[in-house]
């Protein structure tokens, strides 16, 4: 079956003066434009593509990958604003439609929203929408603490950054577990740090507990590596210090130093930390 919103990996069939015709197993076909065909192609190869409908509404293939495919939220901006809706740069030659009825706020040409590309049942096109709850639940929750996740940054609140997981549900990183900037449609990694009652999650930008260990004293190694052997900040420097160097909090800072410490790694001294000669 030949996806729409998603790469497919399609055999060469023929050769045309529009370009490829590619198939898959159940005998489906799809044109591959002549400004996309590869070079030293073969008959009967296979090759990944993009699948979406062209100008015409009819079915074609591309070698580009779009900025957001099929069930994914992504930041996007708006190329132009016309009777039909919001049109938006993805990476392809066609724009992606934001009907005015996907809007949850007017856009604006030129502006940057967090969107959702899905498949409109009625005309069969791939299109977007603005309005993010409707495609996200936290009814049902197959996820489990300390569980890493995948996160897109949707918007600030008075608590923190509200984030979607996996591309189904919604949480919060709060403003006092960032240790680093991060941006509406950041597309960053997470860990579920706790699952509420309510099903609400609290999300961490960092691994937790034990398991923040490992990375953390990685990470120090690292950066003592990449100073010559020796910095100048220890487990009594400020939090503040700490976060600019190594972006994470005093508590994680510790214990990637006992880590390191135990494995005779480092040595601490009264005026920094330095890296043991056994």
């Not at 079915?59 to 992504?74: C, H, K, N, Q, S």
């Not at 994470?248 to 800072?253: C, R």
Request: glycine share 8%.
């Amino acid at each position: 079956m030949i996806e729409l919103g998603r790469i497919n990996n399609l055999e060469i069939l023929r050769d045309t003066s529009v370009g490829l015709f590619l198939g898959d197993e159940e005998g489906n076909d799809v044109l591959l434009p002549n400004k996309y065909v590869p070079a030293g192609y073969e008959i009967g190869q296979k090759i990944k593509v993009f699948c979406y409908l062209d100008y015409d509404e009819r079915p074609v293939a591309t070698t580009l990958e779009p900025d957001i495919m099929l069930g994914e939220f992504r930041l996007l901006q708006v190329a132009e604003v016309n009777e039909i809706g919001a049109f938006l740069q993805w990476g392809l030659e066609k724009h992606l439609l934001v009907p005015f009825r996907e809007q949850r706020v007017k856009m604006k040409e030129g502006q940057w929203y967090v969107v959702h590309c899905y498949l409109d049942e009625r005309s069969g096109r791939l299109v977007a929408s603005n309005k993010l709850d409707k495609f996200l639940s936290n009814d049902t929750i197959d996820l489990k603490e300390w569980e890493q996740v995948d996160l897109v940054v949707t918007r600030q609140t008075d608590l923190g950054w509200e984030v979607i997981v996996n591309e189904r549900h919604k949480g919060l990183v709060y403003f006092n577990e960032v240790f680093k900037p991060i941006n509406i449609g950041d597309v960053i990694p997470g860990c579920v740090k706790t699952i509420r009652k309510d099903n609400k999650l609290d999300i961490s930008l960092q691994p937790l507990g034990a398991k923040v260990l490992e990375p953390a004293a990685k990470k120090i190694y690292e950066v003592l590596v990449e100073n010559g052997g020796f910095l100048g900040l220890h487990d009594k420097s400020a939090p503040e210090e700490i976060r600019d160097v190594f972006q994470m909090s005093k508590k994680t800072f510790k214990k990637g130093l006992g880590t390191l410490y135990k494995e005779r790694k480092i040595k601490i001294e009264s005026d920094g930390i330095t890296l043991s000669d056994d």
